[in-house]
Nanobody, 119 residues
Framework: QVQLVESGGGLVQTGGSLRLTCAAS????????MAWFRQAPGKERELVAA????????YYTDPVKGRFTISRDNAKNTIYLQMNNLKPEDTAVYYC????????????WGQGTQVTVSS
């Protein structure tokens, strides 16, 4: 399995920016896609953005397109989520996840980092 540690969450005002970081360790050679999910109180966890460990493929959910950017540093086994123009509806716990292509689902998760956007 892969160990994931997130950092970078916090409290920011509407329109502000934050950058989340997820450092991976362990069996990273078993990962094909890394992603950021979020879960707001009373809501289901949702996929926010994803990136392939190699190549140029990225995915964004519609509400964050044009505001969030996912990127990776393969040498550091790290992915990032740059979040700009934050809105109160972005408030949630953000989780980093890794997908094992043999299982075809996200089987490794970080502990989560809180992002709070005040209006």
């Amino acid at each position: 399995q892969v160990q994931l540690v997130e950092s970078g969450g916090g409290l920011v005002q509407t329109g502000g920016s934050l950058r989340l970081t997820c450092a991976a360790s362990g069996r990273t050679y078993r990962v094909d896609v890394m992603a950021w999910f979020r879960q707001a109180p009373g809501k289901e966890r949702e996929l926010v953005a994803a990136i392939r460990w190699s190549g140029s493929y990225t995915y964004y959910t519609d509400p964050v397109k044009g505001r969030f950017t996912i990127s990776r540093d393969n040498a550091k086994n790290t992915i990032y989520l740059q979040m700009n123009n934050l809105k109160p509806e972005d408030t949630a716990v953000y989780y980093c996840a890794a997908r094992d292509p043999l299982k075809n689902y996200y089987d490794s998760w970080g502990q989560g980092t809180q992002v709070t956007v005040s209006s």
